[in-house]
C-alpha cells in the first residue's frame, strides 16, 4: 500500500510540473477548507462555531430529542403508538439513566479556547466576549454532566497524546462533586463583566449566568442539606459523591444573590399580555415576540428550516390537521390534581359524595375543572377545553342506568354514536385501547404550537425551548431564601407567581417546604425539572417506590361519561371515573443506585483512575 501511494504521489508531481511551470501548485490554499487562521480572525466564522456549540449542548429532554422521557415519571404517560409502550413499563430505572460522558465536546470548547488566545488577532473586546461565551458552554456543559454523574474530572486544556505508547498523563482522577460545582460557580461569576449579548434571549448574557448560578447552587445546596439527611447518605471516600452538609447555607446563599440579581436588575418580568390567564400561561412559553419573561432559550425558525415535530408528535387528536399526526405524550391525573382550586383548596377533582354513595354530576366536562388554577389551562387541555378555537371535547363512554347503578359503556371507535342518537365516545377519546389517542383523559398545551400548520408534517413547529425564563428564578429565589430562613422574601416570591395564576395577593400567609415544591411542580410541568428535583431533594426513591399501593408511582386517569337515564333530572348530565390509566403496566421504581448514574465498564478501562457510582 505505501509503494502504491509513493507512486500515485510521483505521477500527481509529474502532472502538475507538465502542466505549468509557472504556477506552484503544491502551495495553493485549498478551496474547500478554512485554516484555523482564517476562522478565529474572522468573527462571523467565530460565531458560527459558538451556533454550533449552542446546538451540541446536552440536554435530558428538549423538543428535538428526548422528550418521550417526559412520560417516563408521574406527569405523564405514553398513549403514542406502541414501539414506546416500554415508557408505561419501567419495571426499574437503568442504572445508566441520565449517563452523560461528553469529554469529546469538552475537547472541542478547550481547543476553540486556546486557538482564540493563541491565534486571533480580532480586537481585544471582541475576543474577550467569545471566549467568555465559550466558558459559558463550557461550565454549563459541566453542569449537565455533575447532576447526573456527580463529581467528573475537570478539564480546561486541550489534552494532546505524544504517542508514547504511555497514555497514563492524559488520565485524570475525578473531581469532588463539590468541585465541580465551584468550577460551575465561579467560571460563570469570572465571566459576567464581559460576555455581553445583552438583551439576547438565545446567546448567553450576564444574566443567563446568573441563571445558571441560581440554578446549579441550588442544587448544590440541596444536594448538601438534604443527602446528609439520609439514614445513610449517598457518599464515596473520595468525595466525588457527597457535598458536605457544613456548605449547604453557603450554596443556598449563592443562590439567592443570583436570583436577587435577576429579578431586581435583569429588566425581565413575567409575561402578562393576555387578560385570559390560562391563555396568558401558555403564551408565557411559547410567545416569540418580545416575551419579557425568557432568560434564555433555544430557537427555531421555519424560515431558515430549523423546525422540530414536536406539536405533530403530541397534537390532541380530535384538532390535528395531519391525519398521521399523533397523541403520544397525555398528562397524567396525578399532575391535573396538584393544581389548586382558587378558594386555596386541595386540586383533586370531586367525582364522588363525601359519603361515596353516588357520583357527582355535572352538566357540562369542563365543569369539574372550574375555579381552578389557571396554570391547569396552560399546560394540559383538559375534557372541554379548547385548543386552536376548538374544543375538544371528551367522552370515554356512557352510562347507563340500571334500576340500582350504573353500567359503564364504551366504543371500540372513536366519534361514534351511542343507540339513542348521542355521542357515544368522543372523537378525541379518551380511549382504553387505541393508540395516538389520549390514554389518561388529558392532552399536552405546554409547547405544542397553535400556529396554522403546525401539526403537519410539511410544516411542523418553530416553537422555542425555553431553557430559562424569570419564573423559576422567583422559584429559586423563594427555596434558597426559605432554607436561609429569610420565609418573607420567599413568601412575597411564592405569591407573585400565584397572582399571575388567578389567586389573591397574599393567598398564601405562611410557607413551607412543600408548598415550594408544590409550586414549582405545577409551575414548572413538562420543562424537565422534575426528576432533577426529585433527585437533589433525595425524595425520589420515595415519590417513585415502585409500590402499586404508592399513588406518586401510579399513573391515573380520568374517564367522563355520559348519563342515559330517561325521565330523571340527571340524564344527559356527566360523571368522571377515576383508575389507573389502562395501557400503564408498571409502577415508578428508583432505586438509590439511579441518585447517580453509572460509569461504564468501557470509561474505567480507558482511564483506571475513574472510581464508580454508589451501589453500581
Request: include cysteine.
Amino acid at each position: 500500500m505505501k509503494i502504491i501511494k509513493l507512486y500515485t504521489l510521483a505521477a500527481v508531481m509529474v502532472g502538475l510540473l507538465l502542466t505549468s511551470c509557472e504556477t506552484d501548485w503544491l502551495d495553493r490554499e485549498p478551496t474547500n477548507i478554512l485554516t484555523d487562521d482564517q476562522v478565529w480572525n474572522d468573527g462571523n466564522l467565530v460565531l458560527g462555531v459558538i451556533s454550533n456549540y449552542y446546538d451540541r449542548l446536552p440536554a435530558h429532554t428538549t423538543l428535538t430529542g428526548g422528550w418521550v422521557d417526559y412520560a417516563a415519571y408521574d406527569e405523564a404517560m405514553w398513549s403514542g403508538y406502541s414501539g414506546n409502550d416500554w415508557l408505561n413499563n419501567l419495571v426499574t430505572y437503568d442504572y445508566g439513566r441520565w449517563g452523560l460522558w461528553d469529554y469529546g465536546f469538552i475537547r472541542d470548547i478547550n481547543l476553540a479556547i486556546d486557538k482564540l488566545q493563541e491565534l486571533s488577532e480580532l480586537p481585544e473586546d471582541q475576543k474577550n466576549q467569545f471566549i467568555s461565551e465559550l466558558r459559558f458552554i463550557r461550565a454549563y456543559v459541566y453542569f449537565e454532566h455533575v447532576k447526573r454523574m456527580g463529581g467528573v474530572p475537570i478539564i480546561t486544556e486541550e489534552l494532546i497524546y505524544d504517542f508514547s505508547g504511555d497514555p497514563s498523563y492524559l488520565q485524570f482522577p475525578r473531581n469532588k462533586e463539590e468541585e465541580v460545582y465551584d468550577f460551575i460557580i465561579s467560571e460563570m461569576e469570572a465571566i459576567l463583566p464581559t460576555i455581553g449579548n445583552g438583551g439576547s434571549a438565545t446567546r448567553a448574557n450576564r444574566f443567563t449566568a446568573l441563571s445558571v448560578i441560581s440554578r446549579a447552587a441550588l442544587y448544590a445546596g440541596s444536594l448538601a442539606k438534604y443527602n446528609g439527611q439520609m439514614p445513610t447518605p449517598i457518599t464515596l471516600p473520595g468525595g466525588e459523591v457527597g457535598i458536605s452538609p457544613s456548605r449547604a447555607n453557603e450554596y443556598f446563599g449563592k443562590s439567592l444573590d443570583a436570583s436577587r440579581e435577576i429579578l431586581q436588575q435583569g429588566g425581565y418580568s413575567l409575561y402578562n399580555a393576555n387578560p385570559d390567564l390560562g391563555e396568558n400561561f401558555y403564551e408565557a412559553i411559547i410567545n416569540k415576540n418580545g416575551n419579557p419573561e425568557v432568560i434564555w432559550a433555544q430557537d427555531f425558525l421555519i424560515a431558515a428550516d430549523k423546525r422540530h415535530g414536536f406539536t405533530y408528535d403530541n397534537i390532541a387528536r380530535s384538532v390535528r390537521e395531519d391525519n398521521l399526526g399523533s397523541s403520544a405524550i397525555t398528562p397524567s391525573l396525578n399532575l391535573v390534581e396538584d393544581y389548586e382550586y382558587l378558594d386555596g383548596s386541595s386540586g383533586e377533582l370531586r367525582t364522588r359524595t363525601n359519603d361515596d354513595s353516588d357520583y357527582i354530576y355535572y352538566d357540562n366536562v369542563e365543569d369539574i375543572f372550574a375555579n381552578k388554577d389557571a396554570r391547569l389551562y396552560g399546560t394540559i387541555i383538559y375534557p372541554g377545553a379548547s385548543f386552536r378555537g376548538q374544543e375538544v371535547f371528551m367522552q370515554a363512554g356512557v352510562a347507563v342506568w340500571n334500576g340500582s347503578g350504573y353500567d359503564l359503556m364504551e366504543s371500540s371507535g372513536l366519534g361514534t354514536e351511542y343507540s339513542d342518537g348521542e355521542l357515544f365516545t368522543a372523537a378525541g377519546g379518551p380511549h382504553r385501547s387505541i393508540q395516538e389517542v389520549t390514554n389518561t383523559g388529558f392532552y399536552l398545551r405546554k409547547y405544542v404550537d397553535n400556529a396554522a400548520g403546525a401539526s403537519t408534517r410539511g410544516i411542523r413547529s418553530d416553537v422555542w425551548w425555553v431553557r430559562f425564563r424569570l419564573a423559576e428564578i422567583y422559584l429559586n429565589g423563594a427555596e434558597a431564601a426559605f432554607e436561609l430562613g429569610e420565609s418573607a422574601e420567599a413568601l412575597g416570591y411564592i405569591n407573585t407567581l400565584r397572582v399571575r395564576a388567578g389567586f389573591g395577593a397574599n393567598s398564601l400567609t405562611s410557607l413551607t417546604m412543600e408548598d415550594i415544591r408544590h409550586e414549582r411542580r405545577v409551575e414548572l410541568a413538562f420543562e424537565d425539572h422534575v426528576v432533577w428535583d426529585y433527585k437533589r431533594w433525595r425524595v425520589a426513591h420515595e415519590k417513585w417506590s415502585g409500590n402499586t399501593s404508592n399513588p406518586e408511582s401510579m399513573i391515573y386517569s380520568l374517564y367522563p361519561y355520559r348519563v342515559i337515564r330517561p325521565g330523571d333530572a340527571r340524564d344527559g348530565q356527566y360523571i368522571f371515573v377515576k383508575s389507573v390509566a389502562p395501557r400503564f403496566r408498571a409502577p415508578r421504581f428508583f432505586q438509590l443506585g439511579n441518585y447517580y448514574s453509572l460509569i461504564g465498564q468501557n470509561l474505567i478501562d480507558a482511564n483506571p483512575k475513574l472510581v464508580r457510582n454508589p451501589f453500581h
